[in-house]
């Protein structure tokens, strides 16, 4: 990537989980050992298991996203929905590996590759570093303490805190409002196109899109990196 930024910014606001943090690399670890530990029998079916799971989660996270369903349900439901899907009728063992999962996920490290490289290259270049993110803010804390990400970041932001999930301007607001940050100073950095870019892009905010996977779209982000280690020629 060639370096195309003629504009200054001084706040970098970066996503967690899928951007810095590798959220599925580390959920997959996490689940494969609760299938070991509850269906062993189950363990030669863990791609169906996993690919259950993941359609499952991701429409409950969007209606949780809506404000349909708290996050108390969101924990539970999605493991006994998944094992009712897979004919497997036990809500107690779901209840146990929702509460284990979110037990133990947040411990997991995985990163994606440079992630300590290139924050610690922006924060010696003296930008203010913040984490807005849309997850549980007692897991997020864990998460970014085990993997060692909470030195480079003034503060950590949360949905809940906010009172507004992304890609809602409100969260985007507070974002800059809690941390005394200008707009036009200011620029998101993160992996999902309609919370991330698509949210922070129609508050009027900068956005740079870590398109890792090299998915094909129409959004137009300021800037577009598939490894962290461009965004040195982007700041």
């Known amino acids: ?76 439901k999605r493991f006994i929905d998944t094992l009712k899907t897979l004919n497997i009728g036990d809500n107690n063992i779901a209840v146990k590996m929702g509460e284990d999962y979110i037990k133990n996920s947040p411990y997991k490290t995985g990163l994606f590759p440079h992630t300590i490289e290139t924050l610690t290259y922006l924060k010696n270049k003296g930008y203010r570093m913040f984490l807005l993110t849309n997850g549980f803010l007692e897991v997020q804390k ?59 892009k129609q508050f009027g905010m900068d956005t740079v899109f870590f398109n890792e996977k090299k998915l094909n779209h129409s959004t137009k982000p300021t800037f577009e990196i598939t490894d962290l280690s461009e965004l040195i020629y982007v700041f």
Do not use: C
Request: charge should be positive; avoid cysteine; hydrophobic fraction near 35%.
């Open 142 to 200: 864990i998460k970014i303490k085990e993997s060692k990400l909470n030195i480079f970041f003034e503060k950590m932001i949360t949905s809940e805190e906010a009172g507004y999930q992304k890609p809602h301007r409100r969260i985007f607001e507070y974002a800059l409002k809690t941390v005394n940050a200008k707009k036009d100073e200011s620029i998101m950095i993160g992996d999902d196109i309609e919370n991330d870019i698509l949210g922070a």
């Open 1 to 76: 990537m060639q370096k195309r930024n003629i504009k200054t910014y001084k706040n970098l606001y970066f996503d967690l989980d899928r951007t810095l943090w590798d959220f599925r690399t580390n959920s997959e670890e996490v689940l494969f050992d609760l299938i070991k530990k509850y269906l062993p029998g189950f363990i030669s079916n863990f791609s169906i298991f996993l690919k259950t799971y993941y359609t499952i989660n991701e429409d409950l996270w969007l209606k949780y996203r809506n404000g349909e369903i708290t996050k108390e349900i969101l924990r539970h």
